[in-house]
């Protein structure tokens, strides 16, 4: 099957950015999706990036795309004590596979 | 506005116990599918369907079945549940081509 890797953790502080980085394997991926878990509840879809695009922004949220390298990232600009949660990436090509979440701690 | 509805949020089973864990979707989805969750493992595909009476194993399908007789609608049974399989379970829906993922709350469940 794919491997989908982020890494476990990130800590920044208040109004920072914060970067968060994937790598896949599939490369007939058609989209690629950003999700954030809040303690307790389900996946909250945060954005999405059709595999032709490079860059996609949506308000304080820009997702890069490197389809060379099979490389998505997310950067949350000016990053705020509720954007504390799990971050996952998910690949849907062939099949439908998620990272194992990066733990995004914002510092006050 | 558009959902995936798991039915209990909470469930405390007994081992040996048959379960049923109900999914229903209103975005006239194609496909459905069934993760766990479990802390540092991120989410785990048990089954997926791409339409109705059709089902496809994903990576952890041992000690699970599904059963989709309706499009909106895709069960995960348990049929003799283990203390292993305490876990969160989240059911998401998408288009045929992977279009507008969308998941439900989850079902936390609990095998004493």
């Known amino acids: 099957g794919e491997d989908v890797e982020q890494s476990l953790f990130l800590s920044v502080r208040e109004g920072d950015s914060s970067v968060i980085n994937c790598t896949y394997t599939?490369?007939?991926?058609?989209?690629l999706y950003w999700y954030k878990q809040e303690p307790g509840a389900g996946l909250q879809l945060l954005t999405y990036?059709?595999?032709?695009?490079d860059m996609k922004q949506d308000q304080r949220l820009t997702v890069l795309l490197n389809k060379k390298d099979k490389h998505l990232s997310l950067r949350i600009a000016d990053t705020q004590t509720g954007d504390s949660a799990i971050y996952f990436c998910?690949?849907?090509?062939?099949?439908?596979?998620f990272g194992t979440g990066t733990s995004l701690t914002v510092i006050p | 506005d558009v959902k995936v509805t798991q039915s209990s949020r909470y469930l405390v089973k007994r081992t040996g116990e048959k379960v049923f864990l109900e999914c229903v979707q209103d975005m006239d989805h194609e496909n459905m599918f069934w993760y766990r969750q479990d802390p540092g493992l991120g989410l785990r595909l048990i089954y997926f369907?791409?339409?109705?009476?059709?089902?496809e194993k994903g990576d952890i399908p041992e000690g699970y079945s599904v059963s989709r007789e309706k499009k909106e609608r895709f069960s995960l049974i348990l049929e003799s549940a283990s203390t292993n399989q305490t876990s969160m379970y989240l059911c998401?829906?998408?288009?045929?081509?992977?279009?507008?993922?969308?998941f439900g709350s989850g079902t936390r469940l609990t095998v004493v």
């Open positions: 998910a690949d849907t090509g062939n099949q439908f596979y």
């Open positions: 998401a829906s998408s288009t045929l081509e992977g279009y507008g993922y969308t």
């Open positions: 369907s791409y339409d109705v009476k059709m089902k």
């Open positions: 990036i059709f595999s032709n695009m």
């Open positions: 599939d490369s007939s991926s058609t989209y």
